[in-house]
């Protein structure tokens, strides 16, 4: 009841606060009436009616007091002043747009930048997968044969023997990496190039996965005797089938064969990587056979442990399995001999781990050093007020009065910047998406509620800090020292100096970790793009197609078709060279192949060797500059049964040749055959990132499995602009076979370029932060010195009237701001020297301690730190005593 | 909190300075039992308040305090009521009587 | 606490009440001179106190206020009890009747000495 009624009041209180004037009036108008009323009276009782008047007021107890009692009780008199100190905040700002400015910029980039960054990681790291219970879910490894390399990929047979004989999983799935389908244009489409994922079809139970739209896979359509059966992603069916649901049991073409298109799974949905396309039963896809390999690791497997199972435990038996394969095949040196696995969030998001947690950790500087800037700005601002606070100090305003304006006004910037701040974040997020797509579960990135309070909850922190910080200097017993000091002092307040210089060299040590770090990345990259693949590079055209197995099923078919292309290409009016070849240099593994040789000692049982192999035309090595080393190319002539013909690359021959002469040697590969060595050429890298391994080189045009190779990438050389070749080649490739599609149309440059976009990427943003960081240091040097010299203005003028040299006051000041950027060059430095270590892992070809970088970011910072210090500095020197001295 | 209680709560320099009256010295455990015993447990003393109270009377010098060992051998502080405390006491109570007359006399008028 | 203040805004409020009880609607001025003429010269009122007090109690539901015209045709604010005003004052009479009650008997103790 009494709860009840003071609540009651409350609501009446706070809606006082609006129609304040009319309220006003209308308590003035009950005022005037009761005085009315108490004067009439006073009269009727004799009084003159001055008498009468002054009687009823005194009675009152005065007009003002009355209403200002009054006003206290109809509203809530705190939040009145609340928004009183809000007012003044306001116009306090605005009294300094430009420090007012700054603080809010920093601020915002700080706050915009650390969200932005922190969402990124939170999503792509931290999130859970958008799967059923997905801490249960693993990916599963062999080691590699060798043990060297323990997260290999699953063979077949070994994926097999563990669905049949483990215990540890409740659902176990396969999925073949990088399949790429044929889609065949229907009315009048151009052919696509399409990525997928062949399957099992327990990839979805074991996902805890349902589709957007139809079904997935039933055992019965994952055997080899079933109808084509095709699951589409999301992006697919908008694409390409516009969205309309009539698809669904409609029959596509892919690789020429009829699919029953089956179910559409929702759109976030893109296991195992984000260009999967459609998904297709594999054990209908692949042979049988090619479902029981033990020594071709070519399958990605992932497991849904059961409840009970710790990971240990299952894979500890699947090591078990892999074992006993291995010991029942000792004569195939392939097979493993023990099986790993990795949660299955470590494995989505392994690759970028270290470079997204450098940029987070560049991020916190970022986000450090605009707190620090805040917090010297807000030092300065109390600073250059505390004359004025100490003088209404002295009169008697209230020191929690002073101390709330000074809270309230550091609350108003921080506000302003904060939401300033999160547009940023917001901004960056958008192009940070659109940007990476590559990047894995980059579709789980949104703008996180908690990650932006937070960060704002960090920055509001530092500068409700700092303005206490500035301000406890009013409270206590200094009010009489701030005013005698502000009055005539030299050393005026030198203790606050202090304070902001400390804040500066931390700031100019955090900008130089970011700097050294951003050139180390910076210089690591230009490593990457100017080393040699070993290959000619400039005006080099590459288009990748694969022949669909049902249409070129004979080995000559395909050969016909290799031969007629490269003939008619090679005829193209400007063309300098043309060739085919499996991968070109920078394309990426692509492939290898276990060997022995012939006219070495058997290895000891058990013990591979194994090399990359590629097949090419005989003219690649020429067309794309790869030198001939010792030895010819291939026999022009040579076609399906001549003799077998290989060609080894140089760090091939340095390796397994030592001191003799490999040509005429052989090669015993691809299901043991001799293969006679005709030729050394080159090294050439399979990726840019990575030095050259031993390579060998197979014929296109002869037989290899038995069969001939289907995928092959055309290169065009031209000494004009080669990307001109483009729509003429692909118009061949067209003539020959229209439902063919054509895939990654690049230019060499391009490809590296493919290949260098991590490093430019990750590159180009730490430089971002380290030239925001630069600025925002060299802003804070330029207001400390400001400041130091608009406080010293006095002595200086004193100075000058006593004869000092002007060229010396601006050595004097100059050094002034250089000793605390010195005193954060060092800092800074060592700093760098620890934390360049976290990125080794992403140099590439720079020692983290590289010297030009640690020698070159002293310069630049010295340079922009020497800019901002000199314009304060000028301006002590050009001080006129006599304005100085009048200055106080 | 009830109005009774307010307007005890309003009385308590009154209250205190009568129980030191009443009782002698006393300390401050003692002065809250008879309190709360005479107001028959309407007004539940804490420290938190009588406390304060205390140390306001003897800052304007109605009480006097010092240390001393109660009945069961405890140290204590004892409070006692000094000479202008004890004229404050006859002002408190003439005051409290003039307004409970007033309030009376507002309460029992009819037009 | 241990304010007189505090006693004076409860009786304050008690006594506007009953004010309010006795004579039915009424402006600030009556009931300021009505209190401080039935306290028979005992109590000397600043007639400014009781319009927060006034205030309060309707903020609280126990009066309710309207402009009005007076006997001699003035525009004035009527203040009038409300239902729960009417339980309020019945309470707090009853309350401060204990209180009273309870005063009396502690200051009639002897002292001591």
Known sequence: MSFMRSM??????????????????????????????????????????????????????????????????????????????????????????????????????????STAMFTVVRSVLLRPLPFKDPARLVRLYEHSADDKFPYNQVASGVFKAWKNESHGFSDLAIVSLGAEY?????????????????????????????????????????????????????????????GDSSILNQKIRLDAKSYAVIGIMPSWFTYPEQRVQLWTPVYHEQSAKDMEVLDSHDFLAIGRLKPGVTEAQATAELSVIVRRLHDQHLDDPFVSKAANSLPLLDDVVGDIKTSLYVLLAATLCVLLIACLDVASLLVARGAARRKELAIRSALGGSRWRLLSEHLVESLLLSAAGGGLGLLLAYAALQWFVATRQDISRIEAIDMDAIVAAFILGLVLLSALVAGIASSVKISGDQVLSALQESSRSHSAGLERVRLRKGLLAMEVGLTVMLLIGAGLLLKSYGQLRSSSLGCVTDNVLTMRFSLPEEKYAQPSQRVSFFESLLERVRALPGIQSAALVRAVPGQGYAGDSGFWIAEHPPLPQGQGQYALARWADPGYFAALGIPLLRGQTFDEKARLDSPLQVIISESFARQYFPGEDPIGKHLLTIGRRPFQIVGVVGDTRFTIAEAARPMMYFPIYTSLYGNVPNEATLAIRSSRDVTSFAVPGQKLVEQLDPELAVSDVLTMDQLIGKSTLDASFDATLLLAFAVLSLLLASVGLFGVLSYIVAQRTPEIGIRLALGAQRGQLLRLTLVDGLKPAVAGLVLGLAGAAVATRMLSSLLYGVQPLDATVFAGVPILLLAVVGIACLLPAWRASRVDPVIALRYE | MPPKAEVLQGTLDLLVLKTLDTLGPMHGFGIAQRIQQVSQDLLCLNQGTLYPALLRLEQRGWISSKWGVSDNNRNAKFYSLTRRGRKQLREEAEGWNQMAAVINRVLKATS | ??????????????????????????????????????????????????????????????????????????????YKLTRAGRKQLERETHDWKQAQAILAKFLSAEPST
């Open chain 1, 8 to 113: 009651r009041a409350l609501f009446w209180r706070l809606s006082a606060f609006f129609r304040k004037q009319q309220r006003d009036a209308e308590f003035a108008a009950e005022l005037e009436s009761h005085l009315q009323f108490h004067i009439e009276d006073n009269l009727r009782a004799g009084m003159s009616p001055e008498a009468a008047r002054r009687e009823a007021l005194l009675k009152l107890g005065g007009f003002e007091q009355t209403k200002k009692n009054y006003r206290d009780r109809r509203g809530l008199p705190e939040l009145e002043a609340l928004f009183q100190d809000l007012r003044f905040g306001f116009r306090m700002l605005l009294k300094s747009p430009g420090s007012t400015a700054a603080v809010v910029i920093a601020l915002a980039l700080g706050i915009g930048a």
């Open chain 1, 182 to 242: 044929n889609l065949s244009g229907q009315s009048g489409q151009l052919p696509e190039k399409v990525r997928a994922a062949e399957c099992s079809w327990s990839l979805f139970p074991t996902l805890g996965v349902e589709p957007a739209l139809g079904r997935t896979f039933t055992p019965s359509d994952d055997q080899p005797s079933a109808n084509g059966t095709v699951v589409l992603s999301w992006a697919l069916w908008k694409r390409r089938f516009g």
């Open chain 3, 1 to 78: 606490m241990g304010d007189k203040a505090d006693v004076w805004q409860g009786t304050l409020a008690l006594m506007i009440l009953k004010t309010l009880e006795t004579l039915g609607p009424l402006h600030g001025y009556g009931v300021a001179r009505r209190i401080e003429q039935t306290s028979g010269g005992l109590l000397s009122l600043n007639y400014g106190t009781v319009y927060p007090a006034l205030l309060k109690l309707e903020q609280e539901g126990s009066i309710e206020s309207e402009w009005g015209v007076s006997d001699n045709n003035r525009k004035a604010k009527y």
